[in-house]
C-alpha cells in the first residue's frame, strides 16, 4: 500500500547509465475524466483549470503523472524562461532570431560576431568573478566575513559543455586561477605565485568520504587561518563553518567552472555557458537547456549561431525499454488506483 512520488525535470541531462528513465516515465501526463473530477474536489480547483498536457506519448501510467510549470527560481516570462522554452522546443532559429534582436537584459549572447567579437571571452569571465576577488581581498584585511566570501563565490559560475578544450573546464580553471593569484595582495602573492594551494583557491570535492562528512559536490574555499595557517573551509548544514587541512581532502578539483552535467541540481544567481567553437555530439538540446535553467537572474551564452542551432536540434535519444514493458504490465493486471 505504499505511495511512491518521483519529483525532477524531464527536460534535463538523462542519468550517466542506459535509458533516459525520468523522461520516460513522465511523459504521459493524461488524466482520466474520473481523475480529473477527484483532484477539482481534492484540490478545490474549478474542473475546466485543470488542463493535462498533451501526451508525448503513452506510457501506461495514465492518471499518475503531473507536469508542473510553474517555476520558483525564474518566471516562464523572463528572459531566462523564454529561452529554457524555445530550448526545449527545439527551436534553434527562432532561439538565435531572439537572442540577436538582444531585447531581453538578463540575456548577453557572445556569438562571435559583431560587436561582442571584440569582448575577449577572459575579460567577460574576470569581471564576473570581480565581485569574489573584491571579497576575498577584504576578507584577507580582516575586514569581511567568511559567510560573505561564500556568497560572492556562489553567485557566479562558468558551465562548461566540455572538460579538455579550450573552452573546457580545465583551461578556464587554469586561467581563473592564474588572474587570482595575481590579484592577492602582496604578503601572500609570492608564495601563492606556484603552489597548489592559495587563499581564494575554490574545489569540488568528486568523492564522498563519510569519515571527513565530505560529498560529491560539496564545495571548499581556501582560507588562513587565525594562525595564517591554509585550511579549506566548507559551510556546516546547520549552520557555522568546518575547516580542514588541504592534505586531507579526498579527490577534488577546481571549481571556477564547472562541467553542466556536474552542476544539475545547483542554482547561480549569474551563469556564462560556455558551448565548445565546433559541434560535437555531446552537444544536446538537453545540455544547454540544463546549462541554461542553472541561472536564476542573469546568463550569458557563449557560442556561434551555427553550434547553438544545431545543439537545439540534437535531441538525446536513449532507450531503456522502461515504456514497452509499462505497457505490459498494464495489460497483464489491471493498474491500482494510485490517485
Not at 273 to 288: A, D, I, K, N, Y
Not at 307 to 317: D, F, H, I, P, T
Request: charged content about 20%.
Amino acid at each position: 500500500a505504499a505511495r511512491l512520488i518521483l519529483l525532477g525535470d524531464k527536460d534535463q541531462l538523462a542519468a550517466v547509465e542506459a535509458g533516459s528513465v525520468f523522461a520516460e516515465i513522465s511523459a504521459d501526463p493524461t488524466l482520466s475524466a474520473e481523475c480529473i473530477d477527484d483532484l477539482a474536489r481534492l484540490s478545490a480547483t474549478p474542473r475546466e483549470q485543470i488542463q493535462p498536457a498533451p501526451a508525448a506519448e503513452r506510457s501506461g501510467l495514465r492518471d499518475c503523472v503531473v507536469w508542473l510549470t510553474e517555476s520558483h527560481r525564474f518566471a516562464a516570462s523572463s528572459g531566462i524562461g523564454q529561452l529554457a522554452a524555445l530550448v526545449r522546443q527545439g527551436a534553434g532559429a527562432a532561439l538565435c532570431a531572439w537572442l540577436a534582436a538582444g531585447e531581453e537584459r538578463t540575456i548577453d549572447w557572445l556569438s562571435g560576431d559583431g560587436d561582442d567579437a571584440r569582448r575577449p571571452l577572459g575579460e567577460v569571465i574576470l569581471t564576473a568573478y570581480q565581485p569574489y576577488f573584491a571579497a576575498l581581498s577584504t576578507y584577507l584585511s580582516g575586514a569581511q566575513e567568511l559567510a560573505e566570501v561564500f556568497a560572492a563565490f556562489e553567485r557566479f559560475r562558468v558551465l562548461c559543455a566540455l572538460r579538455e578544450t579550450a573552452r573546457g573546464v580545465a583551461a578556464i580553471n587554469q586561467f581563473v586561477s592564474r588572474h587570482l593569484r595575481a590579484r592577492l595582495p602582496d604578503a601572500v602573492a609570492h608564495r601563492a605565485a606556484h603552489a597548489l594551494w592559495y587563499p581564494g583557491r575554490a574545489v569540488m570535492i568528486q568523492r564522498n568520504d563519510h569519515l571527513l562528512k565530505l560529498f560529491n559536490g560539496d564545495i571548499g574555499i581556501c582560507l588562513p587561518d587565525a594562525g595564517g595557517e591554509l585550511m579549506v573551509w566548507f559551510p556546516e548544514p546547520s549552520g557555522g563553518w568546518r575547516r580542514l587541512p588541504p592534505l586531507r581532502l579526498p579527490a577534488h578539483e577546481d571549481a571556477f567552472a564547472l562541467t553542466i552535467h556536474k552542476s544539475q541540481g545547483s542554482e547561480f544567481a549569474s551563469v556564462l555557458l560556455l558551448l565548445p567553437e565546433q559541434s560535437s555530439r555531446v552537444l544536446t538540446r538537453e545540455l544547454v537547456y540544463t546549462g541554461i535553467t542553472r541561472a536564476a537572474q542573469q546568463l550569458t551564452i557563449v557560442g556561434s549561431r551555427d553550434v547553438l542551432s544545431a545543439a537545439c536540434a540534437n535531441r538525446s535519444e536513449r532507450h531503456s525499454g522502461l515504456v514497452a514493458r509499462l505497457h505490459e504490465l498494464s495489460e497483464e493486471r489491471p493498474a491500482p488506483n494510485q490517485r
